[in-house]
Each structure stands twice: as structure tokens, then as C-alpha cells.
């Protein structure tokens, strides 16, 4: 037996009523009267040939014929509403909202998007600086920039350059510390953030591959990476900074990288949008001008040893 389905008015009635637990908040949710809402549901009662609703004097109650329906017309009316969203994104050729961790969006994007906008100025973007997980289409956000290992199942997903780790500071101390074994002198910071590399990129695997007895960070912790290498530009130590994060320091000149030498993570930033998005003018717009920008840097890693670890081997 085929199931015949209510109205949408009349079910998208009861959703509001059965989240607000009251007509009256449903009804100005939806814009309409309180009667108007009443005889919706009632509409909807007589279709399934039992009350939804358990009228009291200044309340309702669900029945359990409610409670039965309430939580898939939420999840139903809640796809309705991405779906919708998608597809008027479709059109939008003109708006961008990327979402990127904390650090990268302080020490990469940040930096850089003067030029993008000048390249862009049809293109209005908005960011979102953070690091939770992310339904693209859920969430109405066109482009998550994420690191780490992948995989991203049922996504576009574009590696960006290699990811490296070396030890960076400011040229005064470069001059204080001039061999990777000086360093066991220096203020050494830690960037908690890489913890959950495997195998490790941190002090001791760096001092390892450099064939030096391990080096213990003596310095301040740090949970964010942007923090740890701020840190390193103020002059208070020395940090073990990635390559996205410190690249246009070392480009510049703020921070230098003294023993030439740099052990890969393992680990990337990927380029991620939904399947077939990557071609819409904004974020093919965007893809390009982060890979011209990282080819801008190219030879501060060309000018790198790359170290590797027995596992990369």
C-alpha cells in the first residue's frame, strides 16, 4: 500500500508547532494566524485519522502519534531547506564563504587576500575561521581548506603544496644559534597543534633525522600554530614552524630558517568543495589564485634539504 502524504502546508504546520510545543510560536514562525495554524494541523489530523496534538489549557502535549512523526518531518524539512540552499548557491556567482582553521587563516589567507580582491572585486567572500567538522552542503559553505591526512569521501579534494616543518626565528637569533646543536641553548617552542601527526614532526624527530641526539622543547606550549609562530616573530624563541604558516616570513625576511633543512609531515592542506562545485566561477576563481600564490613561494622550499623520516623511506 502506497502511503498518500498530507500537504507540505499542513505537515510544515505541525513541524514548527511540535518543535515550539505551541501554536502561537509556530504561527509567527510561519507568518500566519494562529487560526490559520489550527486548521492546518487539524487538516493534517483528519488526513491520518488521529490527533497529533493534545490540546490544553495553555499548552499542547504530542500524542504519540506526534511523537512518532515529529522527528522525520524536522529531518525532512531540514533537507528541503539545504537542498534549496544548494540549488540557489548555484546561481550565486558572486558570493564565496570559505571555511579555514584559525592559523591558516591568520598566517595564509589573511595576509593575502588584498590581492585576491583586486583580481576579484565581483567577489564577495566570507570566512569562517575554524576547525570543525563541516557538511558542505549542510552548512552552506562553498570551500573548507582543512589539513591532515584525508581521505574526503565524496568531495573535490586538491592537495596543496607539500607540508614541511623546520626550525624558523627572528635573524638576531640565527646569529646566537648557529647549528642545529646551538639549540639545546636556545628557548625552544612547542606547537601542539601537529600532535596528531604519525609518525611525529616535532623537536625530537626533526633532531633525529639531523642526525643529533634529541632535542627537548624547553619553551612555552602552544595550541594554536599561528600563536606558536608569533611567538617566534617576537623574538622569544625558536619554533618548529610549518611551511604554509611561515613561508611568507621566510620570504620576507621576518623569520629565517638557518640550517636549510626540513622534515616532511605526511600531512597537507587539501582544497575541498562538493563534487562538481570546483568548476562554478567563484571557487575555480579562488582554487587558481591560492595555487599562483603558493607557486610565489616555490623557492623558499626549493632552497630546502627535505629530511625523512624511517617511515617515509
Known sequence: MVAQLPPLTALRAFDAAARHMSFAKAADELSVTPAALSFQIKSLEEHLG??????LNRAVELTDA?????PDAKSAFE???NGWRAAQRTQDHQSLIVTAGPAFTAKWL?????????QHPEIELRFSASLRAVDLARDN???????GYGPDPGLYSLPLAEEWVTPVMVPELAARYPTAESLREAVLITDESTDFLEPPADWAAWSSCMGIAPIVPNGPKFS???HAIDAALSGIGVALGRRALVIKDLAEGRLVAPYGTALHTGARF???????AETRPQIDAFKRWILMEIEKTAHVSDAMTMLKRPADT
Open 270 to 276: 587539501r582544497f575541498l568543495c562538493q563534487q562538481g
Open 50 to 55: 488521529t490527533p497529533l496534538f493534545r490540546r
Open 141 to 147: 559553505v562553498d570551500v573548507a581548506i582543512r589539513f
Open 66 to 70: 506526534g511523537h512518532a512523526l515529529a
Open 224 to 226: 594554536q600554530a599561528d
Open 110 to 118: 589573511a595576509p593575502r587576500l588584498f590581492e585576491f580582491a583586486q
Open 79 to 81: 533537507i528541503l531547506t
